[in-house]
């Protein structure tokens, strides 16, 4: 017989893989894995990802991290911004492409006048060869060749069909300088993925259930933007590897086998992240938010707040003003006690950015 979870355990469960229910004392770098990176539009999304799961987290850990090129800023996932491990980058970001190459297609190479997008990938491999250019630097040069178009037309084609990284300062937690890219292998160094096709998906589908499952082949799909996924779920579930569980409503979730599922119990407030795949890029969001508290949460323009977590569900949303204090929005009720709880991980957010 299946077994059966509730939304609380669903949730508990998410929380605890995510270093969510209590800080951890481990490496950065090992807490970037086990998210399969952090989203990284907010070039300080990530340290305030690792702040809430590390126990006495430093801002400059990730920066030495991003400084000796153990971890990279590339586009990757969905066509969206991770800071990652370099090593998962070169392996995941092949399995990316078909949605880069989309909204290169999309959403840049149909505003090309005369050039075409591979003359102007071209191009850009050659220009970017052994050095660093600025984004507009390269939009710039790009213009030089191909007179007709727009600079930032050229640039995003760039971006979306070449695995470059934005280098260091931009991306450090003062970094303020403006975006630069270089190849991927330029910056790392030259090789090859450790793993391809659909033992890369695999693979994939397994950091992604040792992070955030169990979970519903439609939220593995969700978070990774790729599809298809389901006979591959399907037969790691024949091959044992995987088990599968009765959700909530009775939808199918499925996780690593022996993995795991942590019962109801008292949950300390959180506050998550800008971007942070718990809440963002989630089919499966109703384990950690009411869905009309998340639609409150959504901006026009497509940046996101922090999230504050209390009880181990979605209450409110959080931001840090210019002058470096923390200003909080509940959005549901909350009691005085959680409040209370709340202005401590505020305070703990202060002093990180102070």
Same mark, same amino acid.
């Given at each position: 017989?299946?077994? *059966?979870?509730?939304?609380?355990?669903?949730?508990?469960?998410?929380?605890?893989?995510?270093?969510?229910?209590?800080?951890?004392?481990?490496?950065?770098?090992?807490?970037?894995?086990?998210?399969?990176?952090?989203?990284?539009?907010?070039?300080?999304?990530?340290?305030? =990802?690792?702040?809430?799961?590390?126990?006495?987290?430093?801002?400059?850990?990730?920066?030495?991290?991003?400084?000796?090129?153990?971890?990279?800023?590339?586009?990757?996932?969905?066509?969206?911004?991770?800071?990652?491990?370099?090593?998962?980058?070169?392996?995941?970001?092949?399995?990316?492409?078909?949605?880069?190459?989309?909204?290169?297609?999309?959403?840049?190479?149909?505003?090309?006048?005369?050039?075409?997008?591979? *003359?102007?990938?071209?191009?850009?491999?050659?220009?970017?060869?052994?050095?660093?250019?600025?984004?507009?630097?390269?939009?710039?040069?790009?213009?030089?060749?191909?007179?007709?178009? *727009?600079?930032?037309?050229?640039?995003?084609?760039?971006?979306?069909?070449? !695995?470059?990284?934005?280098?260091?300062?931009?991306?450090?937690?003062?970094?303020?300088?403006?975006?630069?890219?270089?190849?991927?292998?330029?910056?790392? =160094?030259?090789?090859? !993925?450790?793993?391809?096709?659909?033992?890369?998906?695999?693979? %994939?589908?397994?950091?992604?259930?040792?992070?955030? =499952?169990?979970?519903?082949?439609?939220?593995?799909?969700?978070?990774?933007?790729?599809?298809?996924?389901?006979?591959?779920?399907?037969?790691?579930?024949?091959?044992?590897? %995987?088990?599968?569980?009765?959700?909530?409503?009775?939808?199918?979730?499925?996780?690593?086998?022996?993995?795991?599922?942590?019962?109801?119990? !008292?949950?300390?407030?959180?506050?998550?992240?800008?971007?942070?795949?718990? %809440?963002?890029?989630?089919?499966?969001?109703?384990?950690?938010?009411?869905?009309?508290?998340?639609?409150?949460?959504?901006?026009?323009?497509?940046?996101?707040?922090?999230?504050?977590?209390?009880?181990?569900?979605?209450?409110?949303?959080?931001?840090?003003?210019?002058?470096?204090?923390? =200003?909080?929005?509940?959005?549901?009720?909350?009691?005085?006690?959680?409040?209370?709880?709340?202005?401590?991980?505020?305070?703990?957010?202060?002093?990180?950015?102070?």
């Amino acid at each position: 017989m299946t077994e *059966q979870i509730s939304r609380r355990q669903w949730n508990r469960t998410l929380l605890h893989r995510q270093h969510l229910l209590e800080r951890v004392e481990e490496d950065a770098i090992e807490i970037l894995d086990r998210c399969v990176g952090l989203q990284a539009q907010d070039p300080r999304a990530p340290f305030f =990802g690792l702040l809430s799961r590390i126990e006495g987290f430093d801002s400059s850990e990730l920066d030495d991290l991003l400084t000796e090129r153990e971890v990279v800023r590339i586009a990757l996932l969905r066509s969206t911004l991770f800071v990652v491990d370099a090593e998962d980058a070169r392996w995941i970001r092949p399995l990316a492409q078909p949605v880069l190459d989309a909204e290169l297609r999309r959403n840049h190479a149909s505003k090309l006048v005369t050039a075409t997008a591979e *003359q102007v990938l071209a191009d850009a491999d050659e220009l970017l060869a052994g050095r660093e250019l600025r984004g507009a630097e390269l939009g710039a040069a790009l213009a030089t060749r191909h007179p007709d178009e *727009q600079p930032t037309v050229l640039t995003a084609i760039a971006r979306c069909g070449l !695995p470059l990284v934005q280098v260091p300062p931009r991306g450090l937690f003062r970094g303020k300088q403006a975006v630069t890219y270089q190849r991927f292998d330029d910056w790392v =160094g030259p090789g090859e !993925p450790a793993i391809a096709g659909d033992e890369a998906r695999k693979d %994939l589908i397994r950091l992604y259930l040792r992070g955030f =499952g169990p979970a519903t082949v439609q939220g593995i799909q969700t978070w990774c933007g790729l599809t298809g996924l389901r006979p591959l779920v399907v037969a790691m579930e024949a091959d044992w590897e %995987l088990a599968r569980l009765s959700g909530p409503d009775g939808e199918d979730l499925y996780d690593l086998e022996g993995l795991d599922i942590v019962d109801d119990g !008292p949950v300390p407030p959180r506050l998550v992240a800008p971007f942070d795949n718990v %809440l963002v890029a989630q089919a499966d969001r109703r384990r950690i938010a009411d869905e009309e508290v998340y639609r409150r949460t959504v901006t026009a323009n497509g940046a996101s707040p922090g999230f504050v977590l209390v009880d181990g569900f979605l209450a409110g949303t959080w931001r840090v003003r210019n002058d470096g204090t923390v =200003g909080v929005e509940y959005l549901r009720e909350v009691s005085a006690k959680a409040r209370r709880d709340v202005d401590a991980e505020v305070d703990r957010v202060e002093t990180f950015v102070g």
